[in-house]
C-alpha cells in the first residue's frame, strides 16, 4: 500500500508540472486573441474550431522560444548590445514570422513596425499574464 502511495507521490509533480504548463498555454492564447482582436490589421488568427488556430500558434511559438530563439539570441549577442537591447525584439518578429510560415492561412502577421509594436505587447500581457493572473491562481490552487 506505502508503495502505492510513494508512486502517486513521485507522479504528481509531473502532473503539477503539465497543469502548470497548460494553464500557462491557455494564457497565453487569451493573450495572442486579444491581440489579433486589437490588431485586426496585423495579427490574424483563422476563427474556425473555437480558436484552435491560436492555440496550435501559441504552442509553436513556445516550442521555438524554447528551442531557437535562445540560439538567435546569442547570434545576435553583439548586435543587441550595440543597439542597447532594441534588436531583441526583433527576435520576437522572427518567431512570429516563423510561426506565420508554418501555419501559413490559419496565423498571419502583417508588416514590420506594427508586427514590431505588437511583439513588445504581447510580451507585456504575458508578463502581466504570468505574474498577476496566472501565478496567483497557482499559487491559490496548490495550497
Request: charged fraction near 15%.
Amino acid at each position: 500500500m506505502s508503495n502505492i502511495i510513494e508512486e502517486n507521490h513521485k507522479k504528481s509533480p509531473k502532473i503539477n508540472k503539465f497543469l502548470d504548463w497548460f494553464i500557462h498555454i491557455l494564457g497565453y492564447t487569451l493573450v495572442l486573441i486579444t491581440v489579433s482582436i486589437m490588431f485586426k490589421k496585423t495579427v490574424y488568427i483563422d476563427n474556425q474550431f473555437f480558436g484552435l488556430w491560436g492555440l496550435l500558434a501559441v504552442i509553436i511559438i513556445f516550442v521555438l522560444n524554447r528551442t531557437v530563439k535562445p540560439l538567435l539570441f546569442w547570434l545576435t549577442l553583439p548586435l543587441t548590445a550595440l543597439t542597447l537591447g532594441l534588436f531583441y525584439p526583433i527576435i520576437n518578429i522572427i518567431v512570429l514570422k516563423v510561426a506565420d510560415w508554418i501555419l501559413m492561412d490559419h496565423f498571419q502577421i502583417h508588416g514590420f513596425f506594427m508586427v514590431f509594436v505588437v511583439s513588445i505587447i504581447i510580451s507585456i500581457m504575458n508578463a502581466i499574464m504570468d505574474n498577476i493572473i496566472i501565478d496567483t491562481f497557482l499559487k491559490g490552487w496548490k495550497k
